[in-house]
């Protein structure tokens, strides 16, 4: 009986010491985003009159925007990658169209280090002239929001009974009908994860929105780069652009935890 | 009208062969059964009929418009699944209507009609539960209702009472053949459990190897049985084969027992006995022995050692009394009810 | 004899290919193009100074980048800190998932704290651990110096380890993801029995629970492997490469030859090296994946 006491008490011990590791850093920057320039100077201030100096400094320089444009970047991808992915990710399960080679090439796109892929990029969007617009980031979100969906759709429609489908055509419907009335809905909870999950790889991307955007219209995550300097203030601002970054993001995960696993494995495992 | 005709259908994949050469005919409101062991070609010949896979050579006809290239949904037919296949999103009531909304029926007429049809099933009051609230006997009804809305041609059942057990399997088998025979449509049904087959057909199709072994009435594929392969596969317990020699209306077993018979067949051959009619008397120097009792109620099966061949019989209960398990028996037969099969060719002598 | 999938008839063929055409249409201008001409690129002496003029080099630019030394040092450094950042995660993210398991109340709201660092952007990760870290401003060296203790966490020697844990803190959480799942899925039965048998904990978890473990296991140290070789905003959040070239990743080196030196030519060669080491990791792990599906 000790023992199971003693081994508790140090699982509860050790799940307490990992939370505090997570939650530190985050309290940290949020705290900080309420000092003013000399409170920042004292890293053991722990109660403090908050300002939202910070605040206005971030909402002035432009933060909003540089968010609604990494929101529309992310809808624009996440929206084109729901629609195409849900149709091929179907017939690749369903019909195995493709065979390996298409899921393959899928999971190849995922994981392709964005450093191979950037400079095409960089190159076309200033011949075809559209290198002072979203389009070529959008694009560039695309190559691996886009398969990583896909992926996502394979491995739920995999669980997706066969039989369904050929209900529904005998019942009376066209293939695509049978796909949309029947077999989609089986699938909508996996697509909503893999949706967040997009919409957060693509709001989170830095590497391509440095390259990719104009510097004066760029998104979130490189806006936030902007704040990197060591002067007093600029790190209050820059801790209270983290949390406009950070914030929606780790709400939105609560909610596909869940799912996404299945999703990253392609269905190889439940959840 | 829904008379449903397969002339020479063949069906390949690749090099393996699955249904060779099939020509069957299902009159209309006819309840024909596909009927054979795993991999005989049963369930693929229904999906071709259904339009799930293609005809590899050949034509299939429903309603004398010619189907063979026809999607599912242009040959007006139903079809139940064995895992019903019922649309987990939908409640009950929208499950049946769902084949409405195919055709140009209103919303409301749809509904209405789904009604009629769930109420006649005793489904009435679930109309809003979702399949997964059902049990499994529900769910096959509301998959019948599904099948029955939209008036097809033909109905046609893949293993349907294979997920229900034993008891729920005889009853909505009876309730099934009731639904059948008042919508008078050509069902054809797969099955792989002969008792199933023989119970519910009005004609008994037993398929082997992508071929038909033979076609017929279930009392004429039962008495009757026109190769060995038919013989052991269709009554339970299985049909007693004995091997031995006819010679001038005499039937010698190979170990040296002999009996009348009523053949002119001469030659090797095989001895054919259901167990029904296979009749044992208690004879110290009997051929067979006794190697276990069954009781079934107002029958028993005995099993029985007949040198080195199992044996079985089928005897009234009250008849008990005179065997015990080790005893010796002799076995006898009344010559008509004697079946004979060619020893190379195993098929149907007399 | 299993039903195959509905055998090819013509609708059937039409539809497929319909159904998989945006895709390939999207993915053929997302990705195919790309690499193509990132490929037509390393063939080139392209750089954006002199935009327009690009003449072919052949396998010059391959020949250089095989033979510069520095390439092969951030494939070096990038190796060492994939290498302690993913053994870090996975033994830390193991023990959590364990823990996490046998855990009675508050289980979800802790595993959806725990998951929370995944989530973030990694260049602000990167960020306010700098801020963290800072000697004056941060409250690391803060604490730390209230118990005497002083370490040099951005400095030479130093810096690619520091990195490494800030990979750890942000993705332990995806290994803690995974191996739950995994965790969840080997059958309670032979535990169970092994239980009734006498075996102690650690032999369980040892002989039993762990060779259960190894597919989610190996996948999800693939996965997180193949996306630590991708690191690139840690560094350009802190040590921008340096101290000298201690931090200098090949995402890191990539960026910094194609964009900061205009070498594009130069830089897409070098990008094709790496997918050329890549490619059989993504190979090992479709091989993985499919084997259980």
Known sequence: ?271 | MGTVRLESVHKAFGEATIVDGLDLECPDGSFTVLVGPSGCGKSTTLRMIAGLESVTSGTITIDGTEVTNKEPRDRNIAMVFQNYALYPHLTVLENIAFPLRATKTSRDEARRRAQEIADSLGLGQLTHRKPKELSGGQQQRVAIGRAIIRQPSVFLFDEPLSNLDAKLRVETRGELMAIQKRLAITSIYVTHDQEEAMTMSDRMIVMRDGKIAQQGSPAEVYGRPESVFVATFVGSPKMNIISGVLNKGHFASETGESWQVETNYSGSALLGLRPEDLRIQPNPSGGATITLIELLGPRAVVSMDFYGNKLTSVVASGDLGLFSSGDRVSIDFDPHSAHFFDSATEERLN | MKVNPTATRNTSRRFTLWMLLPLLAVAGVAVGLPLVYTLYLSLTDFSLIQQGVAGFVGFDNYWQSFTNQALWNAIGTTGTYVFIAVSFETAIGLMIALALQKQRWARDFTRSMLLAPMFITPIAVGLTFRFLLNDQLGAIPYLLDQVGLSYDFLGSGNALFTLAMIDVWQWTPFMVLLLLAGLESVPKQPLEAARVDGAGSFYIFRRITLPLLTPILSVAILLRSLDALKVFEYVYATTRGGPGTETETIQYFTYQTGIQFFRLGEASAMAFILLAIVLPLIVVLFRRLESKA
Do not use: C
């Open chain 1, 1 to 271: 009986m000790v023992r199971q006491q003693l081994k508790t008490s140090l699982r509860v011990i050790f799940l307490l010491a990992a939370l505090i590791t997570v939650l530190f850093p985050l309290v940290w920057i949020a705290l900080a985003s309420f000092k003013t320039a000399p409170q920042l100077n004292d890293p053991s201030l722990l109660f403090f009159e908050p300002s939202l100096v910070n605040w206005k400094f971030v909402l002035e320089a432009g933060i909003l925007q540089a968010a609604g444009r990494s929101a529309f970047v992310a809808t624009v991808t996440v929206a084109i990658s729901a629609v195409v992915g849900s149709v091929a990710a179907y017939v690749i399960s369903t019909y195995k169209t493709g065979g390996s080679a298409t899921k393959f090439g899928i999971l190849a796109a995922q994981v392709l280090p964005p450093a191979v892929l950037v400079f095409p990029f960089l190159t076309l969007s200033y011949v075809l002239g559209v290198n002072d617009t979203l389009i070529p980031l959008i694009f560039a979100h695309l190559s691996f929001v886009l398969p990583v969906v896909t992926w996502f759709l394979i491995g739920f429609f995999d669980s997706v009974p066969r039989s369904l489908e050929e209900q529904a055509r005998v019942d009376g419907f066209t293939r695509f009908k049978a796909f949309l009335l029947v077999v989609m809905p089986q699938v909508y909870p996996g697509l909503g994860a893999a949706i967040i999950f997009g919409f957060t790889l693509s709001w989170n991307d830095m590497f391509y929105g440095l390259i990719l955007t104009p510097p004066n219209s760029t998104i979130l995550p490189v806006a936030i780069a902007g704040f990197n300097t060591f002067r007093g203030v600029e790190l209050g601002s820059m801790s209270a652009a983290i949390l406009v970054a950070v914030v929606p993001v780790v709400i939105a995960s609560f909610f596909i935890q869940k799912r996404l696993v299945q999703g990253i494995s392609g269905g190889a495992v439940k959840y």
